[in-house]
Each structure stands twice: as structure tokens, then as C-alpha cells.
């Protein structure tokens, strides 16, 4: 007998809650049929993805819906919180982009509120499942390379995008860009390690991109680059290296997990995970056989095309692990803590940025 397929709402369609629309259309187990945005554009694009779909200018009218079963979160991160207030009232398995809120507080509330919540609530930390990041990740976790000690993330990228509205450009819309962006970092940082952070330190600026650009709300306030360093509860380290002006890299983003066995590379978009074991003792260190090719294995991962332009493939797989734990009745995987945390750390750096101090973890309590 057919399944009937889940009926999803997409609320934003802008470049997130396209992409969204795109992986919704490969999975045969779901229908996208209502989308909701006031930017007619948006509505205009996302219809050429899923034109049978019903729209909404209004976000009120799409709320009056009473036959979703899934909605997706993808509009500006300012505006989670009160779209997502809304929905909870009504019910729906609820997947909610990154960041989960702007602000220390509004995450606080929303977890309390996601926290019991009876039907599905995922934060969209799509990181996780990017292909190599996932199998270095298992890796990691299989112990191979020991207990880890040291964790470092590198992302060397882009400016960010335009977005509708420019609302990307200031740091009361996003957060911050190490809340904005670095979220999914600082979460794969605590999924990493499996610890919670206990103190950051970051240095940090807007220095080269944007400087020329003004808008009706001034200049734009968000940093393009910040070194951050986080001490955790386990003893492990973790760094994450952010440039935004530095298109021209190799790889966009490194991870390296350094553990007392050996170490494990992840790199994107080469989508290549590679592992190197330590030698049992010192003597060949010695002779200046600093690497051993017995000891130091890649592999390169391949991505389905139809998935690979959703963040390398992190967009599909977030998508069937959601669609998933929907089917099973499983908690999610990642849980509207992780989101708080994620953005409680973000928010940490920035604070440390601007007061040029470490910040502990436990004074976010206070905020
Ligand atoms: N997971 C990822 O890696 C990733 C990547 C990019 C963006 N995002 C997140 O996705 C979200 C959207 O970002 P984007 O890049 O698509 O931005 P965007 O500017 O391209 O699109 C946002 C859309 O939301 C619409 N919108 C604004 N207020 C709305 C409201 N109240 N109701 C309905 N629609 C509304 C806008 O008109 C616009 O079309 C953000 O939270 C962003 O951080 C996540």
C-alpha cells in the first residue's frame, strides 16, 4: 500500500529554504506544499522548485494551516524566535536553521520551550552530516586515534552572500558572525569531543570586507575574521581559525582531530579524510622519519551530484536523519540544547572580542 508522504511547510525561501526545497524534492517520502515568504521574489524562485505548492505572503495565514506535519525554519536568524514561538502552538515536527536565536536570552526561552515539546524540534547544525565530517567523526569515535586531546577548525572562506534585505550585515539580525557562522563549528566542537566547554578566549574583527558598503541602518558591524580558543571540561582544546576574505584556499574548511594515538584530517571541499597512528615508542622520531605512509591513510568520499550542491551532501543527510527520528519516534540528534549551546558559545566569543577577556561559560548564566 502507498505511503502517504509527510506533509512539509517551509517558512523563508530564500537560498536556505530553497536548498531545502531542492533535497525535500529527492526524498519520496515527503511532500513540500505550503511555502511561506513576503519577499515575492523568493515565493517566484521557490516555485520553480515545488510549483504545485500553496503560498503564503503573510506568515499568519500560513499559520492557520492545520495539515502540516513538518515545518522548516529558514527565515533570518532574528525572526526564529518568534516564528518558532508560533509554531509550537500548533504542533508541528519542527526543523529550525542555525543559529537558533540571536541572543543569549531568546535561546535560553526557546530551549526551555523546545525542551518538552512533543513533536520533533532538530536545529539545522548540518555540519554533522557533511559527508567527510560524518565519517571522520565516526572514526573518531571508534577510538582510533585515542583520547583526544587537541581539536582545530579551520575555515577559510568567502565573504558572506547578499541576502534579502542585507539583513546579514548587522550583528542585531545574525548575532554576530561567530554565532551566525561559527555555530555550526562551536557544535561540532562539543560533538566532537563529547564535553562542554568551560572558557573562551577570541580575537577578532571586521578588517577587509564590507568596509565600503552602507546601508539605511549605517555600516556594516559584523566581523571577517577571529581566532577563538576553547578550554573543556575533559581537559581537550579546540580552535577555530575563521578568515572571510580568503576564497582563494585550497580547502575551505579543515577539522583536525589530534588524539593521544594519532590524528585524523577531515578536509572540504576535497572531501578527503585521512588518519595517521603514532609509532609505539620514539626512536624513529629520532632519525627524522617524521611521517610514516604504513601509518598514514586517505580517503577520498564520494557525493551523489544530485545531493553534493546542498552543502556537499550536508543537506540531504540532515534531511534523512530528521525525516528518520520522525518515522521512529526518536529524540532528535540535534537537540534544542545543542542549539543553546551553540549559540551560547558563539556569544562568548563575541563578548570576548569586545571586552578583550576570557569568558567563562558559567557567567552566560547570568545573561
Ligand atoms: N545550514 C546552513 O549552513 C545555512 C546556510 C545558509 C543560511 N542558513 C540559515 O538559513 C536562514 C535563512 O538564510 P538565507 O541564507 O536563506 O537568507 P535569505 O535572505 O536568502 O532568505 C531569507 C528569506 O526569509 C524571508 N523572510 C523574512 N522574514 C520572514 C518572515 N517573517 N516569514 C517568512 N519569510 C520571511 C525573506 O523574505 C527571505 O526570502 C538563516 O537563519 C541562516 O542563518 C543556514
Known amino acids: 500500500m502507498p505511503v502517504t508522504p509527510l506533509r512539509y511547510g517551509i517558512v523563508g525561501t530564500g537560498l536556505m529554504g530553497r536548498e531545502h526545497l531542492r533535497i525535500l524534492s529527492l526524498i519520496p517520502e515527503v511532500e513540500a506544499v505550503a511555502i511561506c515568504d513576503p519577499h515575492s521574489a523568493s515565493i517566484e524562485e521557490a516555485l520553480k522548485i515545488t510549483p504545485g505548492a500553496d503560498?503564503?505572503?503573510?506568515?499568519?495565514?500560513?499559520?492557520?494551516?492545520?495539515?502540516?506535519?513538518?515545518?522548516?525554519?529558514?527565515?533570518?536568524?532574528?525572526?526564529?524566535?518568534?516564528?518558532?514561538?508560533?509554531?509550537?502552538?500548533?504542533?508541528?515536527?519542527?526543523?529550525?536553521?542555525?543559529?537558533?536565536?540571536?541572543?543569549?536570552?531568546?535561546?535560553?526561552?526557546?530551549?526551555?520551550?523546545?525542551?518538552?515539546?512533543?513533536?520533533?524540534?532538530?536545529?539545522?547544525?548540518?555540519?554533522?552530516?557533511?559527508?567527510?565530517?560524518?565519517?571522520?567523526?565516526?572514526?573518531?569515535?571508534?577510538?582510533?586515534?585515542?583520547?583526544?586531546?587537541?581539536?582545530?577548525?579551520?575555515e577559510h572562506r568567502y565573504p558572506f552572500l547578499p541576502k534579502i534585505d542585507d539583513w546579514n550585515r548587522f550583528n542585531k539580525n545574525t548575532g554576530g558572525t561567530l554565532v551566525e557562522k561559527c555555530c555550526h563549528f562551536f557544535d561540532l566542537m562539543r560533538h566532537i569531543l563529547k564535553s562542554e566547554p568551560t572558557q573562551i578566549f577570541a580575537s577578532g574583527a571586521i578588517d577587509v570586507n564590507h568596509l565600503n558598503e552602507t546601508y539605511d541602518e549605517g555600516k556594516p558591524d559584523i566581523i571577517d575574521n577571529a581566532l577563538v580558543i576553547v578550554d573543556f571540561e575533559s581537559g581537550a582544546r579546540a580552535s577555530l581559525d575563521l578568515c572571510m576574505f580568503a576564497e582563494q584556499s585550497t580547502d575551505q574548511t579543515e577539522i583536525h582531530f589530534v588524539g593521544d594515538a594519532g590524528k585524523i584530517e577531515c578536509r572540504q571541499p576535497a572531501n578527503s579524510v585521512t588518519i595517521g597512528l603514532r609509532h609505539e615508542g620514539w626512536e624513529n622520531w629520532a632519525v627524522g622519519a617524521f611521517r610514516d605512509s604504513e601509518r598514514l591513510r586517505t580517503d577520498y568520499i564520494d557525493i551523489a551530484t544530485d545531493i553534493s550542491h546542498g552543502h556537499g551532501g550536508a543537506?540531504?543527510?540532515?534531511?534523512?536523519?530528521?525525516?528518520?527520528?520522525?518515522?521512529?519516534?526518536?529524540?532528535?540528534s540535534v537537540s534544542s540544547l545543542d542549539g543553546l549551546m551553540a549559540v551560547l558559545m558563539g556569544a562568548a566569543a563575541e563578548i570576548s572580542i569586545r571586552q578583550n577577556r576570557v569568558v567563562h561559560m558559567s557567567e552566560l548564566t547570568d545573561y
Do not use: C
Not at 80 to 96: E, S, Y
Not at 315 to 332: D, K, M, V, Y
Open 315 to 332: 543537506t540531504f543527510h540532515e534531511h534523512q536523519a530528521f525525516l528518520t527520528a520522525i518515522q521512529q519516534s526518536q529524540r532528535p
Open 55 to 154: 503560498t503564503y505572503a503573510d506568515f499568519s495565514d500560513f499559520l492557520n494551516r492545520d495539515d502540516l506535519d513538518v515545518v522548516v525554519v529558514a527565515t533570518p536568524n532574528h525572526t526564529h524566535a518568534d516564528i518558532v514561538t508560533a509554531l509550537v502552538q500548533k504542533g508541528p515536527h519542527l526543523l529550525i536553521e542555525k543559529p537558533m536565536a540571536t541572543t543569549i536570552q531568546d535561546a535560553k526561552t526557546l530551549h526551555s520551550l523546545l525542551s518538552d515539546y512533543q513533536s520533533l524540534a532538530w536545529i539545522g547544525m548540518e555540519y554533522r552530516y557533511a559527508p567527510p565530517v560524518a565519517q571522520a567523526i565516526e572514526r573518531s569515535d571508534s577510538g582510533e586515534i585515542g583520547t583526544l586531546r587537541m581539536l582545530s577548525i579551520r
